[in-house]
């Protein structure tokens, strides 16, 4: 069973900094891509950051390159997201995603976790 488990989230002021985790279970955690995502009120969810499973390359969202960090500690199976320089624009929640995929790549289902709120605010 995939279980993805966020925490770190809260109140923080503008210009300050959080670290979020997602604790995973019951998949390959050493070979699979990981995601982080968030939500605004009323707005779609869109993409943050992304690391891949071979060499650990890292993608960010425009909004958040230069400020967010990806990594991840196989030997715990969780991903984190450093967040620094946090702008009011940034509240939201933020997601943890796996996509397990067939053997030539094709998404077969979107696992998300419960989500952890972020809101920036002095």
């Known amino acids: 069973q995939v279980q993805l488990v966020e925490s770190g989230g809260g109140l923080v002021q503008p210009g300050g900094s959080l670290t979020l985790s997602c604790a995973t279970s019951?998949?390959?955690?050493?070979?699979?891509?990981m995601s982080w995502y968030r939500q605004a009120p009323g707005k779609e969810r869109t993409l943050v950051a992304a690391i891949t499973s071979v060499a650990g390359s890292r993608t960010y969202g425009n909004a958040v390159h230069g400020r967010f960090t990806m990594s991840r500690d196989i030997s715990k199976a969780t991903v984190y997201l450093q967040m620094n320089s946090l702008k009011p624009e940034d509240t939201a929640v933020y997601y943890c995603n796996y996509k397990s995929r067939d053997l030539v790549g094709r998404v077969i289902h979107d696992y998300w976790g419960q989500g952890t709120q972020v809101t920036v605010s002095s």
């Open positions: 019951g998949f390959t955690f050493s070979g699979t891509d």
